[in-house]
Nanobody, 113 residues
Framework: QVQLVESGGGLVQPGGSLTLSCAAS????????MGWYRQVQGDQRELVAT???????NYGDSVKGRFIVSRDDARNMVYLQMNSLKPEDTAVYYC???????WGQGIQVTVSS
């Protein structure tokens, strides 16, 4: 079965950096579009970034220029490098295989001093 397992979340100060990882299994990872989304309680889930099988990336407007999504097809991993973090980046972050509606369990990222 499809499994997406996030790791690397936690507490970071404003202006800091954090890298999330997503371990994927149970499907043909190398041909799959992968994504990161985030959600604040009470709000809709929003796009953070996607990366397709060719490495083409797309970012949400609020993270452009600060976040970098990447993938390692040899390890079935997706990464989200988050730089210049702001308090408004605080959310639960989800790894996703968006074309088929698969989601990880989510991981908390808190940006606070």
């Amino acid at each position: 079965q499809v499994q997406l397992v996030e790791s690397g979340g936690g507490l970071v100060q404003p202006g800091g950096s954090l890298t999330l990882s997503c371990a994927a299994s149970g499907f043909r990872f190398t041909v799959s579009l992968m994504g990161w989304y985030r959600q604040v309680q009470g709000d809709q889930r929003e796009l953070v970034a996607t990366i397709d099988s060719r490495g083409f990336t797309n970012y949400g407007d609020s993270v452009k220029g600060r976040f970098i999504v990447s993938r390692d097809d040899a390890r079935n991993m997706v990464y989200l490098q988050m730089n210049s973090l702001k308090p408004e980046d605080t959310a639960v972050y989800y790894c996703s295989k968006p074309t088929d509606g698969y989601w990880g369990q989510g991981i908390q990222v808190t940006v606070s001093s």
